[in-house]
């Protein structure tokens, strides 16, 4: 079925810029031998917002309420996590030759898309 398929693309889609973004949260941390490229910076909204968006396309109406709390769940632990390395950072518990610039850029743009979606995940009644 041609719907199903645009809601699987999106949910690789959104999985690939949350993937982004956690790579954008670990790179600074130093637990990951990785190189967070600028790219990643430009994959993690569109991807995200993307392929969310492609899911709830492919879904029923009543089928991307639980689409839109997960997407919102896994971005606000997103936003935690990349909180929780900067006080991490600042206290000198660990320690990256990379900048700490990314950590910021993942809390606001996962902050901001998972209150979003929370809050409109409210306003459907729930």
Known sequence: HPIMLVAAVGAFLLFLGLFSGAVLTLVPLGFVPWRADFVLWVLFPLFSLLGYALVVIGARSSGARPYTMLSSAVLLVLAGAA????????????????????????????????????????????
């Open 83 to 126: 909180a929780l390395g900067l006080v991490m950072r600042a206290a000198s518990i660990v320690s990256s030759p990379e900048s700490s610039l990314s950590l910021w850029y993942v809390l606001a743009v996962a902050g901001v898309l998972g209150i979003a979606g929370a809050a409109s995940f409210g306003r459907q009644g729930d």
